[in-house]
Nanobody, 126 residues
Framework: EVQLVESGGGLVQAGGSLRLACSVTGSTFGDYAIGWFRQAPGKEREGVACSSSLSGITRYTDSVKGRFAISSDNAKNTVYLQMNSLKPEDTAVYYC???????????????????WGQGTQVTVFS
């Protein structure tokens, strides 16, 4: 079973940066796509970014394009989400997730993922 643990959240002023990390165990790292999602209070969980190491595909939701970047370190079994130019509306709990099957594509829809981390809080103040 795939296990994911997020870290790196915190409190940051608008315009600042944070890097989230998702440590992945229990699978052949790189075979699975990894997605980053976020959920703000009172809102649905939304897909932010995803990547597939097998194909090199990355996807971003429109609101973070040009500001966020997803990357992976195979030696550390870790996927990162670099978040720059943060805005108060980026405030949310951020989750990483993996699908049930290995594959070379990735998506930003919640139903595509079955393994989830516990989440890490990101708070952006103005």
């Amino acid at each position: 079973e795939v296990q994911l643990v997020e870290s790196g959240g915190g409190l940051v002023q608008a315009g600042g940066s944070l890097r989230l990390a998702c440590s992945v165990t229990g699978s052949t790292f790189g075979d699975y796509a990894i997605g980053w999602f976020r959920q703000a209070p009172g809102k649905e969980r939304e897909g932010v970014a995803c990547s597939s190491s097998l194909s090199g595909i990355t996807r971003y939701t429109d609101s973070v394009k040009g500001r966020f970047a997803i990357s992976s370190d195979n030696a550390k079994n870790t996927v990162y989400l670099q978040m720059n130019s943060l805005k108060p509306e980026d405030t949310a709990v951020y989750y990483c997730a993996a699908p049930i099957m290995a594959g070379n594509s990735c998506g930003l829809l919640r139903y595509e993922y079955v393994y989830w981390g516990q989440g890490t809080q990101v708070t952006v103040f103005s």
